[in-house]
């Protein structure tokens, strides 16, 4: 059930953009992003609750398509500080088990 | 408003041996959740408590277990440590309302497992 995200790596320069995709074989009803810097702990960037709605975090924003069980994260003119592991996730099973995703390393270069 | 801490930071063990984490949850929040996270890799749910009863289990074997406690803080526990179980285990919470969904995460605890 874990969703699969692309690409696994990327590497920008600063104030290039990028996007993060995110899909899921099975039915997304709610899309959560995180970012995880090295050694820290994973922190909540966004959630997308309906099919095609859009939001944005500073110069981050995300897209989820409801019917075709996926999500996309665009990272705009990114910065250094955008550098980490990014993750989608969505709640599934019961208990509302979190699953997260394969993860995409983004590397911000000056 | 605290975040969520969590206890010890890093520990080294031997294999066979057990091993206790503790976590305590942010201000307010009454869900508590532990992964499982190996290197390079995405954090793996191992089980979530809710008012002090397990409320949904990953795919890992019953010598993970769990307790949370009446101010919502939790422990996992880990027997028969296996070489595999090197990892960050991370402790999320959540409480309700309009953040129910969201996950606040601790730093983790590295375990190594010799």
């Known amino acids: 059930q874990q969703p699969v995200q692309s690409p696994q790596a990327v590497i920008l320069r600063e104030g290039e953009d990028a996007v993060i995709n995110c899909s899921s074989s099975?039915?997304?009803?709610?899309v959560h992003w995180y970012r995880q810097k090295h050694g820290e702990a994973p922190v909540f960037l966004m959630i997308?609750?309906?099919?095609?709605e859009q939001k944005g975090h500073e110069k981050i924003s995300a897209s989820f398509n409801e019917k075709k069980q996926q999500s996309s994260l665009y990272l705009t003119a990114s910065q250094l500080s955008y550098s980490g592991t990014y993750f989608c996730g969505t709640l599934g099973g019961t208990g509302n088990q979190f699953y997260f995703g394969t993860g995409t390393s983004l590397t911000v270069i000056p | 408003e605290t975040g969520v801490t969590q206890s010890p930071t890093h520990l080294i063990k031997t294999r066979g041996q057990q091993v206790t984490l503790r976590c305590s949850s942010q201000?307010?929040?009454?869900?508590v959740s532990w992964y499982q996270q190996a290197l390079g890799q995405g954090p793996q749910f191992i089980f979530q408590?809710?008012?002090?009863?397990?409320?949904g289990r990953g795919n890992f074997p019953p010598r993970f277990s769990g307790l949370q406690f009446p101010n919502y803080s939790s422990e996992l526990n880990v027997n028969a440590l296996e070489l595999d179980d090197s990892a960050l285990y991370l402790c999320a919470s959540n409480g309700q309302g309009a953040g129910a969904n969201v996950l606040t995460f601790g730093a983790g605890s590295r375990l190594t497992v010799l």
């Open positions: 408590y809710y008012r002090e009863e397990e409320n």
């Open positions: 201000s307010g929040h009454n869900t």
């Open positions: 099975k039915a997304l009803y709610s």
């Open positions: 997308l609750l309906k099919g095609g």
